[in-house]
């Protein structure tokens, strides 16, 4: 089972929303990150702690946010990385993501432009991680994850497919659509 070929993993992401941008989010406990990914069964994993803003997740250089876990990965734990691709581990970045994916769009305009990405007083973020292509796909979570202080809430898990990376930011917008809809509904309830 190989493992040093970026070709080798599959690209996914946690998508959530909160009140303040991904940049105003402190980085994830190690341990609530972990959890997560029990939650959907992704026990092999190469993951980060750092939301990020789903508008900067390709960096100046057109680098992806997964391909960076990736290379991180590979310079830093080689023996991780494979012990990750043979289901034995779980690796955590640190908050390395965060100062090189904060700031630079790298999307095309007029892609980006398409899409809605923010429901009404909330702003979108991803949890970005890597499995290897032996390991099975995450499962959905079965409802939202609203962190006890209600500062933020984890909707679902999505795939990030290089060839067609607009798909990510229509299932953000899904998302951001169907909590508008919930807050409507909860509204007209309530009056």
């Not at 992806?64 to 990736?70: D, E, G, I, K, S």
């Amino acid at each position: 089972m190989g493992y040093d070929s970026a070709d080798e993993w599959s690209y996914w992401c946690f998508i959530g929303f909160a009140p303040v941008s991904a940049n105003e989010i402190d980085d994830f406990r190690p341990e609530l990150v972990q959890s997560l990914f029990s939650m959907v069964e992704a026990q092999a994993v190469v993951g980060t702690v750092s939301p990020l803003d789903p508008r900067y997740l390709i960096n100046h250089k057109g680098v992806t946010a997964w391909h960076a876990l990736y290379v991180l990965a590979l310079i830093n734990d080689r023996e991780g990385l494979e012990a990750v691709s043979e289901g034995r581990a779980m690796l955590l970045v640190p908050g390395y993501l965060r100062t090189n994916y904060s700031s630079h769009v790298n999307w095309p305009e007029q892609l980006l432009n398409r899409f809605r990405l923010e429901p009404r007083g909330s702003h979108p973020f991803v949890l970005p991680f890597i499995l290897h292509n032996s390991a099975p796909r995450p499962q959905q979570l079965q409802r939202s994850l609203r962190a006890p202080d209600g500062a933020l809430e984890i909707w679902g898990v999505a795939e990030f497919d290089v060839s067609e990376p607009a798909k990510l930011l229509w299932e953000v917008q899904r998302l951001a659509e169907h909590i508008d809809r919930e807050r409507e509904q909860s509204q007209a309830a309530g009056a």
